[in-house]
């Protein structure tokens, strides 16, 4: 089992940025990658962005240039730094690991929320 704990979101106002947070516990050995989905009212969950242990990362197209996914991994953790926000960033999002790079894994954290005013 893998246990995903998220932090850093918040109400931030367009343009502005944010930083969240994932640390990981448990079977960790088990994780090759980690990523964040974002769930806005009404609508499916998404891929925000997601990185491998390698080091490789795939975005979604509405955050390139403005998202930076990173990871710690002495910490066990990983980052996403979010820069030139938009009203349309706002959804809960939740922080993502499993065994294969590419895909979404089995575990997930609580979510956390962030909003965006204009």
């Known amino acids: 089992q893998v246990q995903l704990v998220e932090s850093g979101g918040g109400l931030v106002q367009a343009g502005g940025s944010l930083r969240l947070s994932c640390a990981a516990s448990?079977?960790?050995?088990?994780?090759?990658?980690m990523g964040w989905y974002r769930q806005a009212l009404g609508k499916q969950r998404e891929l925000v962005a997601q990185?491998?242990?390698?080091?490789?990362?795939r975005y979604a197209d509405s955050v390139k240039g403005r998202f930076t996914i990173s990871r710690d991994r002495t910490k066990n953790t990983v980052y996403l730094q979010m820069n030139s926000l938009k009203p349309e960033d706002t959804a809960v999002y939740y922080c993502?690991?499993?065994?294969?790079?590419?895909?979404?894994?089995?575990?997930w954290g609580q979510g956390t929320q962030v909003t965006v005013s204009s």
């Open positions: 990185i491998s242990s390698g080091g490789s990362t």
């Open positions: 448990g079977s960790i050995f088990s994780i090759n990658a």
């Open positions: 993502n690991s499993g065994p294969v790079f590419g895909v979404a894994g089995g575990y």
